[in-house]
């Protein structure tokens, strides 16, 4: 039994289950399923739609490439930072009508931010986002983990986790596709729509869930939880910009650690009041699956790093056919996610977990032997196809293991460390990732520009873009340049893609040796909560069985 579970009885656990008010059937199932589906395709799709607008919006704004910067990452930044409170938040008031609130907020800022005339109001209109959606994604997963019976819990997080997944690929291509054939604000027209799609199915359909706590919410453990999530996270996505050691990133690194220390402290000495209860990370399901996450996620996120560039600078395809050739690896993913929790259940989650890791192993592997100038596209397909596989059969028995080690009355909390793990692997595999690429391309291309003119050369040693840009100016020198900076760039990509291969290894022997027990096998319920049959007639869905217990 966890240590949640044996200090104090979980709160009873309420919710509505359709309009009939008893548990939910297949058909509504389908449609919960859906409806929250669709609500996290906003969240995801928000979080790199903008990438492919950089340039239009410095122009129109005006705006230099730091705030631009910044109308790209605030998002994130203020969704990462809400999603413990707003999680815990949405456990006490009701998932359903956070879940409203979350998409009516989300909704109404991102027509603000399709509005907006400056960059200071669409900064404004993507923080606004951030928190609206911070309100979203982790009910999205609380919803399911509190309404769906056991036997059909494992597939939904799979499809949920291939959503999670495979949605910023699609969610790209689809903001691509609109920059190309209409205007880079069109791009907030497909939040919107799925919003809107999402809150009319929710009303209609989704189940109200919340938790009955006789503790006072944890206002202190919010505040530093967000304050940890937000100077860490800011350390990640500022430090390849203004520098490692730039004040700014040492202040935010020193904040983000001394709020982290406090977090876990004034944990330990809440217990069973704490906003997360941080002794749960002693059990093999939660540790387990939060560290596979924070890898896979950051593999993933450090793999488009990579292959953008590639496929742009070196293959010279346009952003919409680069998102379209993401689409294989986003397609093998969202599909491994949904197979992967019957295998779970088959072969157990330890040994899908490792098979997924070591397939995301060869993936990487193989791009890294086979990549090349010449080969083009197929030289990395196979990789790309091996590691979408591998990632989703990693990532759906990761999630429910996570969500698993809590209790059902504490789901928000659960789907929102989940979240978290994923913004921040997300942030770390960007920055590290993106680090050894541009390390590696900038050792190789030394040796290559001798006899390429001066102002060129040094244009060309700040990354293939800038080479590329500088080739107009090369003279005869150009086919020397634009090679030498194509293929210095296939050599950064194969020091990155060797280095994610030994983190995956390590990550495999861990899993092997210290993964989760059994996280399907449910906990025997404790005779005090073990009596809710009466309640589930009434509408009580959720309340059958407190999930807790080692894993």
Do not use: C
């Amino acid at each position: 039994m966890s240590a949640n579970a044996s200090t104090h009885q979980p709160p009873q656990v309420t919710a509505a289950g359709g309009s009939g008010g008893g548990a939910p059937d297949a058909r509504q199932l389908r449609t919960i399923l859906v409806a929250v589906s669709i609500a996290l395709m906003a969240v995801i799709a928000s979080v790199s739609g903008l990438n492919v607008a950089q340039t239009h919006m410095a122009v129109e704004f005006g705006a230099s490439q730091n705030t631009v910067l910044w109308i790209i990452n605030i998002y994130t930044l203020a969704l990462a930072a809400l999603l413990l409170p707003l999680g815990a938040i949405g456990d006490r008031l009701g998932r359903k009508p956070m879940l409203i609130a979350g998409l009516a907020v989300f909704g109404v800022a991102s027509i603000a931010a399709g509005l907006a005339p400056t960059s200071e109001v669409m900064l404004a209109a993507r923080v606004a986002s951030g928190v609206g959606a911070a309100m979203i994604m982790p009910i999205t997963l609380a919803v399911i983990t509190s309404t769906f019976p056991e036997e059909r819990r494992g597939h939904a997080i799979g499809v949920w986790t291939g959503v999670a997944g495979g949605g910023g690929i699609l969610g790209m291509f689809l903001s691509a596709l609109l920059v190309d054939v209409a205007d880079w604000r069109w791009l907030f027209v497909l939040p919107v729509v799925l919003v809107v799609v999402a809150l009319a199915m929710t009303l209609r359909s989704v189940p109200n869930s919340r938790e009955r706590s006789a503790h006072a919410f944890d206002t202190v453990g919010a505040l530093l939880s967000a304050v940890a999530v937000v100077g860490l996270i800011f350390v990640l996505q500022e430090g390849p910009e203004r520098g490692w050691s730039a004040v700014a990133t040492l202040i935010s690194l020193a904040a983000g650690l001394a709020a982290g220390a406090g977090f876990v402290a004034w944990e330990l000495r809440r217990r069973d009041a704490s906003l997360l209860d941080v002794r749960l990370f002693r059990e093999r399901g939660l540790a387990g699956g939060s560290i596979t996450l924070l890898v896979v996620f950051g593999v993933q996120a450090g793999i488009a790093v990579v292959l953008f560039p590639f496929f742009q600078a070196v293959l010279g395809w346009s952003g919409l056919l680069s998102t379209v050739a993401l689409m294989p690896m986003a397609l093998m993913m969202m599909t491994a996610s949904g197979l992967a929790s019957k295998l779970a259940s088959r072969i157990g989650a330890r040994s899908t977990m490792t098979a997924g890791i070591a397939l995301a192993g060869v993936g990487l592997a193989l791009m890294a032997l086979f990549v090349s100038v010449d080969g083009g596209y197929v030289s990395v397909l196979p990789g790309m196809l091996a590691m979408g596989i591998g990632m989703g059969l990693s990532m759906t028995p990761s999630t429910e293991t996570i969500t698993g080690s809590l209790p059902r009355e504490k789901q928000g909390v659960a789907s929102a460390l989940n979240d978290v793990t994923r913004e921040f692997g997300t942030a770390l595999g960007v920055a590290l990732l993106g680090a050894l690429v541009s390390a590696g391309y900038r050792s190789a291309v030394d040796g290559r520009l001798d006899g390429i003119p001066r102002g060129a050369a040094d244009t060309a040693r700040e990354g293939i873009a800038n080479a590329v840009e500088a080739a107009g100016g090369a003279g005869p020198h150009t086919p020397d340049l634009i090679h030498a900076a194509q293929q210095s760039f296939v050599d950064g990509w194969q020091q990155a893609m060797w280095a994610g291969v030994a983190v995956l290894g390590v990550l495999f022997v861990h899993i092997a040796l210290r993964g989760p027990k059994n996280p399907t096998t449910p906990t025997p319920v404790p005779a005090a909560v073990a009596a809710p049959d009466d309640a589930e007639a009434a509408g009580t869905v959720g309340a059958r069985r407190p999930v807790t217990g080692d894993r």
